[in-house]
């Protein structure tokens, strides 16, 4: 079994739609979750993250943390051509441990 | 400007050459880390360097070579390239290593595309 999983897509949804991304871990050290945007012929950056379990708003994304079924979303609000990237979730464990990134769900949003 | 820049962009090279893509980064981040991007694996580890002449193995080492003599810079090496070696190939820095400081994350380049016929 991988340590993180997320559905490659890609997710295809119209302007303004809500968007639901997620990913699925096993190791129970994680304790904080990022997500990583990446666009097309780029590198990822980070988008955002959060600490343990529970929500963290920023703008329109908002990432949320279910660490009793090892859960993780983001989620995207009115949602733009601009957002069409690829989002890859990243769990972290404290200190020197193994860097994991989810393979990423590609997201197209048409105008 | 400031920042984290790899190069090649695009890379083509035959069976058995060796190659070597270059990072350079600005920040004076101590660490430095380099990974491969292909279909259906994500992102691997390949290296990663803790500062000047401190190198450690990642995830898929074997075929790979890094330097750091100088804190900005962190070549990868292919000591002879062979064809599983096409990839896109990303350098990263952070100024601590990420697990000990969710305020450091990794700051990537856009990448070295390369191609091994």
């Known amino acids: 079994q991988k340590e993180v999983e997320q559905d490659p897509g890609p997710l295809s949804v119209p302007e303004g739609a809500i968007v639901s991304l997620n990913c699925t871990y096993s190791?129970?050290?994680?304790?904080?979750f990022m997500w990583y945007r990446q666009y097309s012929r780029k590198g990822p950056e980070l988008l955002m993250y959060?600490?343990?379990?529970g929500n963290k708003e920023d703008g329109r994304f908002t990432a949320q943390v279910d660490k009793s079924s090892k859960y993780i979303s983001l989620f995207i609000r009115d949602s733009q051509p601009s957002d069409s990237a690829t989002y890859l979730c990243a769990p972290r464990s404290t200190g020197f441990q193994k860097l994991v990134f989810g393979t990423g769900t590609r997201l197209l949003v048409s105008p | 400007d400031a920042g984290i820049t790899q190069s090649p962009r695009y890379k083509i090279t035959e069976t058995g050459r060796q190659v070597t893509l270059m990072c350079h980064q600005t920040w004076s981040h101590s660490y430095m880390f380099w990974y491969r991007q292909d279909l259906g694996h994500g992102l691997r580890l390949i290296y990663y360097s803790a500062a000047a002449d401190i190198t450690d193995k990642g995830e898929v080492p074997d075929g790979y070579v890094v330097s750091r003599s100088k804190t900005e810079n962190f070549p990868l090496t292919l000591e002879s390239a062979t064809r599983s070696q096409t990839s896109v190939y990303f350098c990263?820095?952070?100024?601590?290593?990420?697990?000990?400081?969710?305020?450091?994350?990794?700051?990537f380049g856009n990448g070295t595309r390369l191609t091994v016929t």
């Open positions: 990263a820095s952070s100024l601590v290593f990420p697990g000990q400081n969710v305020d450091s994350p990794l700051h």
């Open positions: 959060t600490y343990s379990s």
């Open positions: 190791n129970s050290a994680f304790q904080y």
